[in-house]
């Protein structure tokens, strides 16, 4: 399933990670997921949020600047190797790149959700889908 | 020790009726040779013969680097390209770099004067001349090349860079002369050390350090660290290169060759004339030269003129160490820089100019540039890919158009000062005036 992921653009010191997350508490913006990348200059949050719009509001009232970006959500069944058999394997066979990702737990259910990014969204649905 | 006894400590009363007699020569050619000073004499309503003593120089116009600019690249020369021997060259405000030309007699001159400037800071015959300044269209290297070998002077034409290999040459070929910027210096220092080389244990007494504007205290440390006595060095370019002005044994001022290159002071903003002592401007005329001779060419450096006599002999005056600029112009590791130049890079990645900060600083003894721009939504992606390729690919285009490295590091939005909506565009962290 395709999912809306907010990244946004953080210098890579003390602090900044913090400002990002009060605009988001001001603007009563709930969090489902974040990751943080970082390169030696800068790093990117990507977040999984309930509101995307809210969210994006709030980070440009921070001062910061996002970007939107559409991921591929799937569901990672809870037993050993689950993400490797339900998620990674029918990609990789099918050629299909995955250029980052990762989990959270959805409330209410046994079962983690992974976020990835991969190179062809279609192909990747499409895949998914028949598995 | 002075090189050329007969002009260096003539009576000020000879070398001044020595300056008149070549300025209304060279007035004369300008007039005559080159059409924009032709037109420049003509809107303030002068004539060749307009002027009648040295007294009435602040009549003549003023010639800007922004004339150089606009007469790219050989507009100013009084000279047919048949006459011209050499061709060097500095970076401009903008794309364009600064071009200036020599005939054999500016060479001839060029070496003379570089000759006295070597001299004077106790070079001679016998002396091993490592001269670290960059071989090529700067200034620096072919203009200390030419003065040491006047002299007679063994010259080690090392260029810059490799400094590893540097300390290896400085310490086995008995290296006494020392040629490059001060940053330089500092660096050669920094770098033996770690080689486990004492350079106060060479054959090294004398150092020459110019093209960059330094400070009293980076003196103490050089000669400190290196055990040499460095001289300061002033030149530029569009007047000759390095052996415009330098320091002698006394380190107290540096002594203009004043009857090559005629000085003045003027207040910036309006372009009066300042009495002896007041700081200002530097405005310099060539006296002698002949492909671009200029008149009253606005330098931007700050500094004041004393014409006492010094206890070295000279009665050439001496002005102070450089203490700043008129406009925004940077020097890192003695190339010119001005934000304009790194504007025309930054309006070419998106179209639109971005906020940014020029940030220089003092790392391992080396001037370290770095260009600071705010991320914008327009260039934010979450690719991480696309914004390295967008810092190499500026660091590419900025290295072409300034001819030295700097580093672009992205910064978050509004990040940077604005001062009055306007962004503070430089960061300078050297104690270069200090």
Redesign the interface.
Same mark, same amino acid.
């Given at each position: 399933m395709k999912e809306t992921?907010i990244?946004v @653009? #953080?210098?890579n010191r003390p602090g /900044?990670l913090l400002h990002l997350l009060e605009a988001f508490a001001d603007g009563k913006v709930n969090l489902r997921a974040l990751s943080v990348?970082d =390169?030696a200059? @800068?790093g990117?949050a /990507?977040v999984i949020v309930d509101d995307v719009e809210a969210a994006v509001q709030a980070i440009r009232q921070a001062? #910061? =600047?996002?970007?939107t =970006?559409e991921v591929l959500r799937a569901e990672i069944p809870n037993a050993p190797g689950g993400l490797a058999e339900a998620v990674i394997r029918p990609l990789a066979r099918a050629g299909v790149n995955v250029e980052y990702t990762y989990a959270y737990n959805k409330g209410g259910s046994e079962n983690a959700v992974a976020v990835l990014?991969v190179d062809d969204m279609e192909k990747a649905q499409q895949v998914l889908g028949e598995e | 020790m002075i090189w050329d006894r007969e002009h260096e400590t003539m009576s000020r009363t000879d070398l001044q009726q020595l300056q008149w007699k070549r300025l209304q020569v060279q007035v004369a050619t300008v007039y005559e040779k080159v059409p924009f000073y032709r037109r420049a004499f003509h809107e303030k309503g002068l004539t060749s013969g307009a002027i009648r003593s040295l007294a009435d120089l602040p009549e003549l116009p003023f010639t800007t680097k922004y004339d150089l600019r606009d007469n790219y690249p050989l507009g100013l020369a009084a000279v047919p390209v048949e006459r011209m021997v050499r061709l060097h060259a500095s970076s401009g405000t903008t794309g364009k770099a600064t071009v200036v030309t020599y005939t054999a007699h500016d060479i001839d001159l060029w070496a003379e004067v570089m000759a006295r400037t070597l001299t004077a800071a106790g070079v001679t015959k016998g002396d091993v001349v490592h001269n670290a300044h960059g071989y090529g269209l700067f200034t620096g290297g072919l203009g200390f090349h030419y003065g040491a070998e006047r002299i007679g002077a063994l010259v080690l034409p090392m260029s810059g860079g490799q400094t590893k290999r540097q300390i290896m040459f400085l310490k086995d070929m008995g290296s006494t002369v020392l040629c490059c910027t001060p940053s330089y210096a500092l660096r050669l220092a920094e770098v033996a050390e770690e080689m486990g080389v004492d350079l106060r244990e060479t054959d090294l007494r004398v150092g020459t350090f110019g093209a960059e504007p330094w400070s009293a205290r980076m003196r103490e440390e050089i000669q400190a660290k290196i055990g040499l006595k460095a001289h300061d060095v002033y030149g530029l370019c569009e007047i000759v290169g390095p052996g415009v002005a330098v320091e002698c044994e006394c380190q107290d001022g540096l002594h203009i060759f004043e009857d090559h290159f005629l000085p003045e002071i003027v207040e910036p903003e309006t372009g009066e004339p300042l009495p002896y002592g007041e700081p200002g401007e530097l405005v310099l005329t060539t006296l002698t030269k002949e492909a671009l001779p200029l008149i009253r060419y606005r330098t931007g450096d700050i500094t004041s003129l004393n014409p006492a006599v010094c206890a070295c002999g000279r009665t050439l005056a001496r002005m102070e160490k450089i203490s700043g600029r008129t406009d925004d112009m940077l020097i890192v590791r003695g190339i010119n820089i001005f934000p304009s130049q790194i504007e025309t890079v930054l309006l070419q990645v998106k179209g639109v100019l971005p906020h940014y900060q020029i940030v220089v600083d003092r790392r391992h003894a080396l001037d370290d540039l770095e260009i600071w721009i705010e991320?914008? %939504?327009e260039v $934010?992606? %979450?690719d $991480?890919q696309r !914004?390295?390729a967008l810092e190499r690919d500026l660091q590419s285009e900025l290295q072409n158009a300034l001819g030295i490295s700097a580093r672009v590091? !992205?910064?978050?939005?509004?990040?940077i000062q604005r001062s009055e909506g306007k962004a503070k565009r430089i960061i300078d962290r050297r104690d270069a005036y200090g």
């Amino acid at each position: 399933m395709k999912e809306t992921q907010i990244s946004v @653009f #953080l210098e890579n010191r003390p602090g /900044r990670l913090l400002h990002l997350l009060e605009a988001f508490a001001d603007g009563k913006v709930n969090l489902r997921a974040l990751s943080v990348a970082d =390169t030696a200059d @800068f790093g990117i949050a /990507r977040v999984i949020v309930d509101d995307v719009e809210a969210a994006v509001q709030a980070i440009r009232q921070a001062g #910061l =600047t996002a970007a939107t =970006t559409e991921v591929l959500r799937a569901e990672i069944p809870n037993a050993p190797g689950g993400l490797a058999e339900a998620v990674i394997r029918p990609l990789a066979r099918a050629g299909v790149n995955v250029e980052y990702t990762y989990a959270y737990n959805k409330g209410g259910s046994e079962n983690a959700v992974a976020v990835l990014k991969v190179d062809d969204m279609e192909k990747a649905q499409q895949v998914l889908g028949e598995e | 020790m002075i090189w050329d006894r007969e002009h260096e400590t003539m009576s000020r009363t000879d070398l001044q009726q020595l300056q008149w007699k070549r300025l209304q020569v060279q007035v004369a050619t300008v007039y005559e040779k080159v059409p924009f000073y032709r037109r420049a004499f003509h809107e303030k309503g002068l004539t060749s013969g307009a002027i009648r003593s040295l007294a009435d120089l602040p009549e003549l116009p003023f010639t800007t680097k922004y004339d150089l600019r606009d007469n790219y690249p050989l507009g100013l020369a009084a000279v047919p390209v048949e006459r011209m021997v050499r061709l060097h060259a500095s970076s401009g405000t903008t794309g364009k770099a600064t071009v200036v030309t020599y005939t054999a007699h500016d060479i001839d001159l060029w070496a003379e004067v570089m000759a006295r400037t070597l001299t004077a800071a106790g070079v001679t015959k016998g002396d091993v001349v490592h001269n670290a300044h960059g071989y090529g269209l700067f200034t620096g290297g072919l203009g200390f090349h030419y003065g040491a070998e006047r002299i007679g002077a063994l010259v080690l034409p090392m260029s810059g860079g490799q400094t590893k290999r540097q300390i290896m040459f400085l310490k086995d070929m008995g290296s006494t002369v020392l040629c490059c910027t001060p940053s330089y210096a500092l660096r050669l220092a920094e770098v033996a050390e770690e080689m486990g080389v004492d350079l106060r244990e060479t054959d090294l007494r004398v150092g020459t350090f110019g093209a960059e504007p330094w400070s009293a205290r980076m003196r103490e440390e050089i000669q400190a660290k290196i055990g040499l006595k460095a001289h300061d060095v002033y030149g530029l370019c569009e007047i000759v290169g390095p052996g415009v002005a330098v320091e002698c044994e006394c380190q107290d001022g540096l002594h203009i060759f004043e009857d090559h290159f005629l000085p003045e002071i003027v207040e910036p903003e309006t372009g009066e004339p300042l009495p002896y002592g007041e700081p200002g401007e530097l405005v310099l005329t060539t006296l002698t030269k002949e492909a671009l001779p200029l008149i009253r060419y606005r330098t931007g450096d700050i500094t004041s003129l004393n014409p006492a006599v010094c206890a070295c002999g000279r009665t050439l005056a001496r002005m102070e160490k450089i203490s700043g600029r008129t406009d925004d112009m940077l020097i890192v590791r003695g190339i010119n820089i001005f934000p304009s130049q790194i504007e025309t890079v930054l309006l070419q990645v998106k179209g639109v100019l971005p906020h940014y900060q020029i940030v220089v600083d003092r790392r391992h003894a080396l001037d370290d540039l770095e260009i600071w721009i705010e991320i914008s %939504d327009e260039v $934010f992606t %979450d690719d $991480f890919q696309r !914004l390295e390729a967008l810092e190499r690919d500026l660091q590419s285009e900025l290295q072409n158009a300034l001819g030295i490295s700097a580093r672009v590091k !992205l910064v978050e939005p509004k990040s940077i000062q604005r001062s009055e909506g306007k962004a503070k565009r430089i960061i300078d962290r050297r104690d270069a005036y200090g």
